[in-house]
Protein backbone atom coordinates (compact mmCIF):
# COMPACT_ATOMS: atom_id res chain seq x y z
CA UNK A 1 0.00 0.00 0.00
CA UNK A 2 1.26 3.16 -0.89
CA UNK A 3 1.18 5.91 1.74
CA UNK A 4 1.17 9.45 0.37
CA UNK A 5 1.07 12.41 2.67
CA UNK A 6 0.46 16.08 1.85
CA UNK A 7 0.73 18.59 4.94
CA UNK A 8 0.88 22.75 4.99
CA UNK A 9 -2.05 23.50 3.14
CA UNK A 10 -3.49 26.37 4.84
CA UNK A 11 -6.94 27.88 4.16
CA UNK A 12 -9.19 30.23 6.20
CA UNK A 13 -12.58 31.02 4.59
CA UNK A 14 -15.23 27.95 5.20
CA UNK A 15 -15.83 24.60 5.87
CA UNK A 16 -14.81 22.11 3.78
CA UNK A 17 -15.23 18.36 4.74
CA UNK A 18 -14.41 15.39 2.47
CA UNK A 19 -14.84 11.53 3.52
CA UNK A 20 -14.45 8.37 1.83
CA UNK A 21 -13.84 4.71 2.61
CA UNK A 22 -10.34 5.06 1.74
CA UNK A 23 -9.95 7.55 4.95
CA UNK A 24 -9.60 10.58 2.64
CA UNK A 25 -10.38 14.02 4.70
CA UNK A 26 -10.35 17.40 3.50
CA UNK A 27 -10.78 20.45 5.92
CA UNK A 28 -10.33 23.55 5.71
CA UNK A 29 -11.34 25.54 8.60
CA UNK A 30 -12.15 29.65 8.94
CA UNK A 31 -9.29 31.46 11.35
CA UNK A 32 -7.15 28.33 11.83
CA UNK A 33 -4.52 26.94 10.27
CA UNK A 34 -5.32 22.87 9.86
CA UNK A 35 -3.33 20.38 7.98
CA UNK A 36 -4.27 18.29 5.18
CA UNK A 37 -3.36 14.43 5.17
CA UNK A 38 -4.51 12.43 2.21
CA UNK A 39 -4.25 8.27 2.54
CA UNK A 40 -4.32 6.66 -0.85
CA UNK A 41 -4.33 3.31 -1.79
CA UNK A 42 -2.59 4.24 -5.65
CA UNK A 43 -1.61 6.83 -7.98
CA UNK A 44 -5.25 7.02 -9.62
CA UNK A 45 -6.59 7.97 -6.82
CA UNK A 46 -3.99 10.79 -5.47
CA UNK A 47 -5.04 12.03 -9.69
CA UNK A 48 -8.45 12.05 -8.49
CA UNK A 49 -7.62 14.33 -5.53
CA UNK A 50 -5.79 17.05 -7.11
CA UNK A 51 -8.91 16.73 -10.03
CA UNK A 52 -11.00 17.72 -7.15
CA UNK A 53 -9.14 20.53 -6.08
CA UNK A 54 -8.65 22.16 -9.58
CA UNK A 55 -12.65 21.86 -9.89
CA UNK A 56 -12.74 23.23 -6.33
CA UNK A 57 -10.93 26.12 -7.48
CA UNK A 58 -12.95 26.87 -10.56
CA UNK A 59 -16.49 26.66 -8.57
CA UNK A 60 -15.41 28.81 -5.36
CA UNK A 61 -13.44 31.73 -7.00
CA UNK A 62 -15.15 34.67 -4.98
CA UNK A 63 -14.68 32.31 -1.91
CA UNK A 64 -10.54 32.24 -2.51
CA UNK A 65 -10.47 35.72 -3.91
CA UNK A 66 -11.73 37.89 -0.67
CA UNK A 67 -9.85 35.73 2.14
CA UNK A 68 -8.02 38.08 4.47
CA UNK A 69 -4.28 38.08 5.64
CA UNK A 70 -2.54 38.11 9.13
CA UNK A 71 0.28 39.24 7.87
CA UNK A 72 1.64 42.85 6.96
CA UNK A 73 4.99 44.05 5.96
CA UNK A 74 5.77 44.77 9.32
CA UNK A 75 3.95 42.88 11.49
CA UNK A 76 1.97 39.14 11.72
CA UNK A 77 -1.34 38.78 13.74
CA UNK A 78 -3.60 36.17 15.16
CA UNK A 79 -6.76 36.42 13.43
CA UNK A 80 -8.53 37.92 11.00
CA UNK A 81 -11.85 38.49 9.16
CA UNK A 82 -13.32 39.74 5.99
CA UNK A 83 -15.74 42.44 6.17
CA UNK A 84 -19.19 42.54 4.92
CA UNK A 85 -18.51 45.72 2.52
CA UNK A 86 -15.87 47.58 0.64
CA UNK A 87 -13.89 44.84 0.45
CA UNK A 88 -12.04 45.79 3.65
CA UNK A 89 -10.48 43.47 6.31
CA UNK A 90 -9.10 43.74 9.74
CA UNK A 91 -6.56 41.50 11.54
CA UNK A 92 -5.57 41.72 15.51
CA UNK A 93 -3.76 40.12 18.17
CA UNK A 94 -5.45 40.33 21.59
CA UNK A 95 -3.11 40.28 24.78
CA UNK A 96 -5.53 39.00 27.48
CA UNK A 97 -2.91 39.85 30.54
CA UNK A 98 -2.97 43.18 29.74
CA UNK A 99 -6.55 43.77 27.62
CA UNK A 100 -4.68 45.50 24.82
CA UNK A 101 -6.01 44.63 21.12
CA UNK A 102 -3.14 44.94 18.32
CA UNK A 103 -4.96 45.70 14.68
CA UNK A 104 -4.84 46.27 11.51
CA UNK A 105 -7.58 47.53 9.05
CA UNK A 106 -7.65 46.59 5.10
CA UNK A 107 -9.19 49.35 3.05
CA UNK A 108 -9.12 50.71 -0.13
CA UNK A 109 -9.41 54.44 -1.50
CA UNK A 110 -12.24 55.17 -4.14
CA UNK A 111 -10.57 58.84 -5.30
CA UNK A 112 -6.69 60.08 -5.02
CA UNK A 113 -8.12 63.09 -2.70
CA UNK A 114 -10.23 60.71 -0.85
CA UNK A 115 -10.38 58.97 2.80
CA UNK A 116 -10.46 56.02 4.14
CA UNK A 117 -11.47 55.84 7.96
CA UNK A 118 -11.94 52.85 11.22
CA UNK A 119 -13.42 53.08 14.13
CA UNK A 120 -14.89 52.22 17.33
CA UNK A 121 -18.14 52.72 18.86
CA UNK A 122 -17.87 52.42 22.70
CA UNK A 123 -21.92 52.92 23.17
CA UNK A 124 -23.89 51.05 20.74
CA UNK A 125 -23.33 48.24 17.82
CA UNK A 126 -24.68 49.58 14.11
CA UNK A 127 -24.26 53.41 14.56
CA UNK A 128 -21.82 56.03 13.26
CA UNK A 129 -23.06 58.32 15.83
CA UNK A 130 -20.52 58.51 18.55
CA UNK A 131 -17.30 56.34 17.16
CA UNK A 132 -14.30 57.44 17.98
CA UNK A 133 -12.38 56.85 14.56
CA UNK A 134 -8.99 57.33 12.31
CA UNK A 135 -9.08 58.45 8.88
CA UNK A 136 -6.21 58.37 6.60
CA UNK A 137 -6.03 60.67 3.58
CA UNK A 138 -3.32 62.84 1.92
CA UNK A 139 -1.70 65.64 3.71
CA UNK A 140 -3.41 68.75 1.32
CA UNK A 141 0.09 70.32 1.48
CA UNK A 142 3.08 67.70 1.42
CA UNK A 143 1.05 64.84 -0.40
CA UNK A 144 1.70 62.27 2.06
CA UNK A 145 -0.76 59.77 3.82
CA UNK A 146 -1.26 61.07 7.34
CA UNK A 147 -3.71 59.34 10.03
CA UNK A 148 -5.47 61.99 11.99
CA UNK A 149 -8.44 60.95 15.37
CA UNK A 150 -12.50 62.21 14.96
CA UNK A 151 -15.09 61.81 17.21
CA UNK A 152 -18.27 61.36 15.29
CA UNK A 153 -21.02 63.33 16.81
CA UNK A 154 -24.55 64.10 15.47
CA UNK A 155 -23.52 67.00 13.91
CA UNK A 156 -21.59 64.86 11.31
CA UNK A 157 -24.61 63.54 9.68
CA UNK A 158 -26.31 66.93 9.26
CA UNK A 159 -23.05 68.05 8.08
CA UNK A 160 -23.78 71.56 10.34
CA UNK A 161 -20.37 72.17 9.94
CA UNK A 162 -16.86 70.66 9.18
CA UNK A 163 -15.77 67.63 10.86
CA UNK A 164 -12.06 68.69 12.82
CA UNK A 165 -9.84 66.33 14.30
CA UNK A 166 -9.75 65.86 18.06
CA UNK A 167 -8.87 63.31 20.72
CA UNK A 168 -10.27 60.26 20.97
CA UNK A 169 -12.20 60.82 24.63
CA UNK A 170 -13.74 56.87 25.96
CA UNK A 171 -11.36 55.03 23.61
CA UNK A 172 -7.96 54.96 25.12
CA UNK A 173 -5.25 54.61 22.17
CA UNK A 174 -1.64 54.31 22.72
CA UNK A 175 -0.42 54.12 19.28
CA UNK A 176 -2.07 54.44 16.05
CA UNK A 177 -0.27 54.53 11.99
CA UNK A 178 -1.21 54.01 8.32
CA UNK A 179 0.64 52.93 5.46
CA UNK A 180 -0.03 52.25 1.56
CA UNK A 181 0.15 48.88 0.54
CA UNK A 182 3.90 48.47 -1.12
CA UNK A 183 5.61 51.07 0.95
CA UNK A 184 7.03 53.89 0.10
CA UNK A 185 7.11 53.97 -3.11
CA UNK A 186 3.26 53.52 -3.55
CA UNK A 187 0.78 56.53 -4.38
CA UNK A 188 -2.60 57.47 -3.55
CA UNK A 189 -4.92 56.65 -6.57
CA UNK A 190 -8.25 55.14 -7.14
CA UNK A 191 -8.30 51.72 -5.67
CA UNK A 192 -5.19 51.97 -3.23
CA UNK A 193 -4.98 49.63 -0.76
CA UNK A 194 -4.22 51.23 3.16
CA UNK A 195 -3.40 49.66 6.03
CA UNK A 196 -4.67 51.42 8.97
CA UNK A 197 -2.61 50.16 12.36
CA UNK A 198 -3.55 51.19 15.91
CA UNK A 199 -3.43 49.56 19.44
CA UNK A 200 -6.52 49.90 21.81
CA UNK A 201 -6.82 49.20 25.41
CA UNK A 202 -9.83 47.07 26.33
CA UNK A 203 -12.27 46.77 29.29
CA UNK A 204 -11.20 43.98 31.08
CA UNK A 205 -14.82 42.36 30.96
CA UNK A 206 -15.44 42.91 27.43
CA UNK A 207 -13.91 41.25 24.64
CA UNK A 208 -16.41 42.67 21.75
CA UNK A 209 -15.67 45.63 19.63
CA UNK A 210 -18.07 47.51 17.79
CA UNK A 211 -16.54 49.07 14.96
CA UNK A 212 -17.90 50.51 11.60
CA UNK A 213 -15.11 51.81 8.36
CA UNK A 214 -16.05 53.96 5.26
CA UNK A 215 -14.66 55.73 2.32
CA UNK A 216 -15.22 59.05 0.72
CA UNK A 217 -14.38 60.85 -2.29
CA UNK A 218 -12.71 64.53 -0.83
CA UNK A 219 -11.25 65.82 2.13
CA UNK A 220 -11.45 69.97 2.40
CA UNK A 221 -8.56 70.97 4.26
CA UNK A 222 -8.27 68.52 6.97
CA UNK A 223 -12.02 68.38 6.71
CA UNK A 224 -13.41 64.56 5.24
CA UNK A 225 -16.85 65.13 3.33
CA UNK A 226 -19.81 62.96 3.64
CA UNK A 227 -19.18 59.28 2.11
CA UNK A 228 -21.45 57.88 -0.44
CA UNK A 229 -24.97 57.09 0.92
CA UNK A 230 -25.81 53.77 -1.25
CA UNK A 231 -27.24 51.08 1.31
CA UNK A 232 -23.68 49.17 0.78
CA UNK A 233 -21.59 52.02 2.31
CA UNK A 234 -24.42 52.78 5.45
CA UNK A 235 -23.96 48.78 6.19
CA UNK A 236 -20.21 49.11 7.04
CA UNK A 237 -20.33 48.29 10.58
CA UNK A 238 -20.24 44.65 12.61
CA UNK A 239 -19.45 43.59 16.00
CA UNK A 240 -16.73 40.53 16.37
CA UNK A 241 -15.17 39.07 19.24
CA UNK A 242 -11.76 39.59 19.80
CA UNK A 243 -10.82 36.13 21.25
CA UNK A 244 -13.20 34.25 19.42
CA UNK A 245 -13.03 35.78 15.93
CA UNK A 246 -16.73 35.51 15.66
CA UNK A 247 -18.37 38.25 13.81
CA UNK A 248 -21.71 39.87 13.85
CA UNK A 249 -23.43 42.50 11.89
CA UNK A 250 -26.07 44.33 13.09
CA UNK A 251 -29.24 45.16 10.40
CA UNK A 252 -31.58 47.39 11.36
CA UNK A 253 -35.11 44.99 10.57
CA UNK A 254 -37.11 47.12 11.56
CA UNK A 255 -35.88 50.07 8.95
CA UNK A 256 -35.86 48.00 6.36
CA UNK A 257 -39.56 46.59 7.16
CA UNK A 258 -40.57 50.30 7.46
CA UNK A 259 -38.78 50.77 3.78
CA UNK A 260 -41.09 48.41 2.41
CA UNK A 261 -44.02 49.50 3.98
CA UNK A 262 -43.68 52.79 2.54
CA UNK A 263 -43.16 51.57 -0.53
CA UNK A 264 -45.79 48.67 -0.88
CA UNK A 265 -48.28 51.27 -0.04
CA UNK A 266 -47.26 54.22 -2.50
CA UNK A 267 -47.21 51.59 -4.80
CA UNK A 268 -50.38 50.94 -5.03
CA UNK A 269 -51.75 54.00 -4.08
CA UNK A 270 -50.32 56.68 -5.98
CA UNK A 271 -49.10 53.76 -8.64
CA UNK A 272 -52.61 51.56 -9.38
CA UNK A 273 -55.50 53.08 -7.33
CA UNK A 274 -55.18 56.66 -8.72
CA UNK A 275 -54.19 56.08 -12.37
CA UNK A 276 -57.18 53.42 -12.04
CA UNK A 277 -59.49 55.89 -10.54
CA UNK A 278 -58.40 58.36 -13.42
CA UNK A 279 -59.46 55.41 -16.00
CA UNK A 280 -63.13 54.73 -14.54
CA UNK A 281 -63.93 58.43 -14.61
CA UNK A 282 -62.70 58.89 -18.55
CA UNK A 283 -64.04 55.40 -19.28
CA UNK A 284 -67.25 54.76 -17.09
CA UNK A 285 -68.94 58.05 -17.97
CA UNK A 286 -69.34 57.51 -20.88
CA UNK A 287 -71.77 54.57 -20.36
CA UNK A 288 -74.90 55.96 -19.85
CA UNK A 289 -76.32 52.57 -18.71
CA UNK A 290 -74.84 52.69 -15.36
CA UNK A 291 -75.83 56.54 -14.96
CA UNK A 292 -74.10 58.28 -12.02
CA UNK A 293 -72.79 55.33 -10.67
CA UNK A 294 -69.04 55.86 -12.43
CA UNK A 295 -68.85 59.05 -10.12
CA UNK A 296 -69.37 57.22 -7.20
CA UNK A 297 -66.81 54.41 -8.29
CA UNK A 298 -64.31 56.98 -9.08
CA UNK A 299 -64.29 58.58 -6.40
CA UNK A 300 -64.43 55.35 -3.91
CA UNK A 301 -61.65 55.06 -5.96
CA UNK A 302 -59.63 57.72 -5.14
CA UNK A 303 -60.40 58.41 -1.83
CA UNK A 304 -58.36 55.19 -1.11
CA UNK A 305 -55.70 56.25 -2.93
CA UNK A 306 -55.11 59.20 -1.40
CA UNK A 307 -55.76 57.23 2.12
CA UNK A 308 -53.31 54.57 2.09
CA UNK A 309 -50.43 57.18 0.00
CA UNK A 310 -50.94 59.57 3.20
CA UNK A 311 -49.97 56.52 5.27
CA UNK A 312 -47.12 55.89 2.84
CA UNK A 313 -45.95 59.74 2.89
CA UNK A 314 -46.23 59.94 6.49
CA UNK A 315 -43.95 56.48 6.72
CA UNK A 316 -41.48 58.95 4.69
CA UNK A 317 -41.54 61.65 6.41
CA UNK A 318 -40.43 59.47 9.80
CA UNK A 319 -37.78 57.88 7.50
CA UNK A 320 -36.49 61.25 6.76
CA UNK A 321 -36.67 62.12 10.64
CA UNK A 322 -34.27 59.05 11.48
CA UNK A 323 -31.67 58.80 8.34
CA UNK A 324 -30.23 62.42 9.34
CA UNK A 325 -27.49 63.67 6.34
CA UNK A 326 -29.32 61.02 3.67
CA UNK A 327 -31.51 62.50 1.15
CA UNK A 328 -32.89 61.23 -1.71
CA UNK A 329 -33.89 64.87 -3.49
CA UNK A 330 -35.82 63.87 -6.56
CA UNK A 331 -37.95 61.34 -5.12
CA UNK A 332 -38.45 63.54 -2.05
CA UNK A 333 -39.29 66.16 -4.33
CA UNK A 334 -42.06 64.16 -6.46
CA UNK A 335 -43.73 62.54 -2.97
CA UNK A 336 -44.30 66.05 -1.96
CA UNK A 337 -45.68 67.35 -5.13
CA UNK A 338 -47.52 64.20 -5.60
CA UNK A 339 -49.12 64.46 -2.49
CA UNK A 340 -49.86 68.14 -2.63
CA UNK A 341 -51.61 67.78 -5.80
CA UNK A 342 -54.00 64.56 -3.99
CA UNK A 343 -54.37 66.61 -1.54
CA UNK A 344 -55.54 69.73 -3.20
CA UNK A 345 -57.76 67.23 -6.02
CA UNK A 346 -59.26 66.06 -2.22
CA UNK A 347 -60.16 69.36 -1.36
CA UNK A 348 -61.42 70.61 -4.96
CA UNK A 349 -64.03 68.09 -3.76
CA UNK A 350 -65.63 70.25 -1.35
CA UNK A 351 -65.91 73.22 -3.79
CA UNK A 352 -67.52 71.80 -6.63
CA UNK A 353 -69.49 74.12 -8.57
CA UNK A 354 -73.13 72.56 -9.45
CA UNK A 355 -73.34 71.76 -13.55
CA UNK A 356 -75.20 75.49 -14.00
CA UNK A 357 -72.74 77.03 -12.33
CA UNK A 358 -70.49 79.05 -14.62
CA UNK A 359 -67.27 78.41 -12.92
CA UNK A 360 -68.41 75.08 -13.66
CA UNK A 361 -66.00 74.54 -16.58
CA UNK A 362 -62.83 75.99 -14.84
CA UNK A 363 -63.28 73.77 -11.89
CA UNK A 364 -63.23 70.80 -14.29
CA UNK A 365 -60.37 72.17 -16.53
CA UNK A 366 -58.40 72.42 -12.91
CA UNK A 367 -59.20 69.02 -11.91
CA UNK A 368 -58.25 67.25 -15.26
CA UNK A 369 -54.86 69.07 -14.84
CA UNK A 370 -53.63 68.68 -11.34
CA UNK A 371 -55.54 65.14 -11.78
CA UNK A 372 -53.63 63.66 -14.79
CA UNK A 373 -50.36 65.52 -13.20
CA UNK A 374 -50.85 63.90 -9.77
CA UNK A 375 -50.82 60.43 -11.73
CA UNK A 376 -47.99 60.99 -13.75
CA UNK A 377 -45.59 62.13 -11.02
CA UNK A 378 -46.94 58.61 -9.07
CA UNK A 379 -46.07 56.80 -11.13
CA UNK A 380 -42.50 58.21 -11.38
CA UNK A 381 -41.96 58.38 -8.72
CA UNK A 382 -42.85 54.64 -7.72
CA UNK A 383 -40.06 53.87 -9.82
CA UNK A 384 -37.35 56.55 -8.38
CA UNK A 385 -38.76 54.31 -4.99
CA UNK A 386 -37.85 51.08 -6.67
CA UNK A 387 -34.48 52.61 -7.36
CA UNK A 388 -34.41 54.01 -3.65
CA UNK A 389 -34.88 49.99 -2.35
CA UNK A 390 -31.68 49.04 -4.86
CA UNK A 391 -34.85 46.82 -5.98
CA UNK A 392 -34.82 48.03 -9.78
CA UNK A 393 -34.19 44.31 -10.94
CA UNK A 394 -36.62 42.56 -8.62
CA UNK A 395 -39.59 40.65 -8.89
CA UNK A 396 -41.80 43.20 -7.17
CA UNK A 397 -40.86 45.78 -9.92
CA UNK A 398 -41.65 43.17 -12.48
CA UNK A 399 -44.92 42.32 -11.13
CA UNK A 400 -45.57 46.78 -10.94
CA UNK A 401 -44.66 46.81 -14.36
CA UNK A 402 -47.21 43.99 -15.55
CA UNK A 403 -50.02 45.58 -13.09
CA UNK A 404 -49.58 48.85 -15.12
CA UNK A 405 -48.90 47.47 -18.43
CA UNK A 406 -52.01 45.84 -17.69
CA UNK A 407 -54.03 48.92 -16.73
CA UNK A 408 -52.47 50.96 -20.14
CA UNK A 409 -53.59 48.11 -22.32
CA UNK A 410 -57.07 48.55 -20.83
CA UNK A 411 -57.12 52.16 -21.46
CA UNK A 412 -55.80 51.39 -24.69
CA UNK A 413 -58.58 49.56 -25.67
CA UNK A 414 -61.35 51.45 -24.09
CA UNK A 415 -60.14 54.45 -25.92
CA UNK A 416 -60.18 52.65 -29.20
CA UNK A 417 -63.76 52.00 -28.57
CA UNK A 418 -64.77 55.17 -27.38
CA UNK A 419 -63.53 56.13 -30.59
CA UNK A 420 -65.48 53.66 -32.58
CA UNK A 421 -68.50 55.13 -30.41
CA UNK A 422 -68.03 58.49 -30.93
CA UNK A 423 -67.25 57.73 -34.98
CA UNK A 424 -70.49 55.61 -34.97
CA UNK A 425 -72.84 58.22 -33.03
CA UNK A 426 -71.21 61.03 -35.63
CA UNK A 427 -71.70 59.01 -38.87
CA UNK A 428 -75.60 58.16 -37.43
CA UNK A 429 -76.12 61.72 -36.47
CA UNK A 430 -74.96 62.80 -40.25
CA UNK A 431 -77.11 60.52 -41.63
CA UNK A 432 -79.59 62.06 -40.19
CA UNK A 433 -79.26 65.58 -41.24
CA UNK A 434 -78.75 64.10 -44.10
CA UNK A 435 -81.97 62.53 -44.33
CA UNK A 436 -83.83 65.39 -42.48
CA UNK A 437 -82.63 67.76 -44.99
CA UNK A 438 -83.82 65.10 -47.93
CA UNK A 439 -87.42 65.33 -46.36
CA UNK A 440 -86.61 69.25 -46.14
CA UNK A 441 -86.32 69.49 -49.57
CA UNK A 442 -88.75 67.03 -50.88
CA UNK A 443 -91.45 68.77 -48.89
CA UNK A 444 -90.46 72.14 -50.29
CA UNK A 445 -90.59 70.77 -54.21
CA UNK A 446 -93.77 69.23 -53.25
CA UNK A 447 -95.85 72.67 -52.17
Given at each position: ?????I??????K??I???G?????L???????E??????D?Q???????T???LLAT???????????????TK??????????????????????N????????G?F???S??????I???S????T??R?????P????G??????????????LQ???L??????????SSSSA??????MA??????S??I???????S????IH?????G???????P?IH???S?DL??F???D????????????GS?AL???????N?V???????????T?????Q??S??????Y?HT??????????T??F??G??L???S?GV??GL?R??GI?????AA??T??????PKT??K?R?Y?????H???????????V??????E?L????????L???????T??G???A??VNS??V????AK???????????????S?I??
Amino acid sequence: MKKIIISNIKYKKGVIDVSGSNHIFLKFHYSYKEVLKINIDDQTMATSILTFLLLLATKLPETLAGHCTTTTATKTFEKCISLPTQQASIAWTYHPHNATLDLCFFGTFISPSGWVGWGINPDSPAQMTGSRVLIAFPDPNSGQLILLPYVLDSSVKLQKSPLLSSPLDHLRLSSSSASLYGGKMATIRNGASVQIYASVKLSSNSTKIHHVWNRGLYVQGYSPTIHPTTSIDLSSFSTFDVTSGFATVSRNSGSRALKVTHGVLNAVAWGFLLPAGAVTARYLRQMQSIGPTWFYIHTAIQLSGFLLGTIGFSIGIVLGRNSPGVTYGLHRSLGIATFTAAALQTLALLFRPKTTNKFRRYWKSYHHFVGYACVVMGVVNVFQGFEVLREGRSYAKLGYCLCLSTLVGVCVAMEVNSWVVFCRKAKEEKMKRDGLTDDRCSSGIHS
